[in-house]
């Protein structure tokens, strides 16, 4: 039960740990020499340990403690780095990562890692290393006591021994031993300390006395006593109480502590020594240091949990609604108070909606930081070399967007592997660089986030995309001859482009590009593609700031009322009968020179006709990637900021609509998918 | 006592189309609304009448009497629309009136025969005779299947 309560920061902070140690295992691969990578995926890995062991994930923490060996023969010069073994090292941390796949997914964690422990023992003894594994074995087990009773203090704990020193106190570590036999551990402990307090004060205990209570040490303690008694006073008290096997009493000093700081610079001439006796350090003192270094830093942030978050936004959700009620009333009552306090509340409401989406934006590079170990890897099956190169990933993106994109990013970058970037031969021959260039960039720009995924490949190949289409039958032999570069690209994403003739690991099995689309088209997105021959390829998808609360304009349609999202339009216009040209049985008319299809969204959405036709049709003209059109409605109402909401599971796929809103006057408007319109 | 009572018996919400009684069982109701302002969905089959708004949860209804092919009449003020939730799926049915909650012994509940109410027999998951009143019980999970709901958008979509 106690458990649960430290699974999820368990689960988020091992998801971080080995994020680190793949990031650093990858720059250990460009820097094989670099120690203090080393050291860096070392502490992770150490830390990853200690925590697997103390959650009781056992399989983990073999596996880590394994790591740690390699690692440590690593920094020692016995083993060297190299591809064979940081091949092991990273499938190791893919073995870590889905054990805590598993964990997080409610699973025991288990996972048969013998084989890869084998492996890694046995690279281990390949190059003869000693194994010191009695002291690291203890201390993975949670339980683990200090062999020599190295005690750090802090600060303020320095500060008090100190004062006492100046009121002729001494502060006495005295390192106490129970018997092998002693059965109520937490009992003799107790009986220490009240035997200890009778003569000073007990500043510092270590394992920390909630772990000591709890039995969570071995045999051995250590404490740290502010006392005006002598020490060997201090250590007969301790004696005189039953089952203690032995206790050593050392007067310290303050001068000769070793201070947090003094350790830290320690460390850095001499890692190795260093990284030895911080295994050797009891848990509570490592966390401290912990705690202390991440204070320094993050002290101004807190973790809040996603539902909340979510609580939050869905009450600020109702909250718009009530507010565009409110502007109605107030319109309609023409009371010049109501009206200030409405509009006032606009403001703050407003204000109030931009730190609701900010709180919920994360940087890109929660999604982004997994991409290198895969191009890796995929490079690696695929006999291709390529470099990724990752920009930008510090713009933010509204959480669900980040949910939600990661598998189209994969595919896209799959795509580049695969089909983009020439094997190595080829591109010498084209007189480039052995390896590819892929990269990933991510940019804000107005009320969007653009993210592209580029490389410098080969670019695609016009004819064979139309070699494809035809043979797949997306488009018609006839059709051919009249489509322009860009519209032959777009092919690429639709859907029965992509079929599974040949099935690689990779990319081309059967799902395409189509789904890479629907999927960002299904986050109120879009993508699209440019490419050059022999220069490369450039995917650039285009993503809403936010998916809830879109400003978008509403329109009459008849007696129905409609909201058109405000990305997809261009303008409004007012267009005479006269204006309307038929071209091919369909109605157009001429916008800035370019004709254009005219809808007339009456007959396409079946609305039953009440008003009387005009000469004048109002049109709204849409543009969703290249395609312009001229939607034919009613009336404008005006723009609005609007909250999306699911037609719920019942209706989940109606055609042309995305979802609906619920207006001031407490009716539901639709909101027209102009995508899919499009698509007709 | 009262728990082996509860078991033995069936809770349902009673409501009439066209003279007929139907019954659903209570755990699948959320509630029981008037009928209010719906805003029609284009392009869904027609006893699909659109969507309310159910105190900020954007709602399905559908017209009972239209899903069972039954002749549609014009709403009063006794039509109701009962809210179910069936598998994640919310919905509201439009029914002529309803008005009664009832306990049903489980043994008087018998397999439905060929032809009950002009309702087809899939849609029905049980009648129950209680006293002179016949009661037909519906099997929500036929009644809102969404599987049939697609086909007949196919359909559509190739005519």
Redesign the interface.
Known sequence: MEKNQYLDMFIEESKEHLQAMNTHFLKLEEEPGNISLINEVFRSAHTLKGMAATMGFYDLEKLTHQLENILDGIRNGVLNTSAELLDMMFESVDDLEAMVEDISAGGEGKRNVTEIIAALKKLEEGAGLPSPQSTALQEAASTAVPEEQTIILDDFELTVIAQSEEQGFEALQIDITLQENCVLKAARVFMVFEALEKSGEIIKASPSVDELEEEKFENSFTVILVTKSSSEEVKSSILNISEIESAEVTKIFTGKIQTEEDKNADKEPENSVDEEMENDLPRSSEDSSRRQARAQSANKTIRVNIDRLDTLMNLFEELVIDRGRLEQISRESNNSELTETVEHMTRVSGDLQSIILNLRMVPAEQVFNRFPRMVRSLAKELNKKAVLTISGEDTELDRNVIDEIGDPLVHLLRNSLDHGIERPEDRIKAGKDEAGKINLLAYHSGNHVFIEVSDDGAGINKEKVLEKALKNGVINKGDTGSLSETEVFELLFASGFSTAEKVSNVSGRGVGLDVVKNKIESLGGSVSVESEKNKGTKFTVRLPLTLSIIPSLLVKIQEETFAIPLSSIIETAIIKDEDILSAHKQKVIDFRGKVIPLLDLTGYFDVPVSAEASNHLHVVIVRVQQKIAALVVNQFIGQQEIVLKSLGNYLSAVPAISGATILGNGQIALIIDCNSIMQH | MESAAVKNEVKVIVFELKDEEYGVPVEQVRSIERVQ?I??????PDF?KG???LR?????VIDLRSRFEIEEEEYSSHTRVIIVSVN????GLIVDTANDVIDIPAGEIEPPPEVAGGVEAEYIYGVAKLDKRLLILLNLDKV?N?EE??EL?QIE?HQ
């Open positions: 302002h805003t029609r969905v284009p392009k869904t699909v969507v309310i708004n900020g949860v954007v709602t399905p994640d799926t919310e919905a809102l969404t709901m697609k958008k979509a």
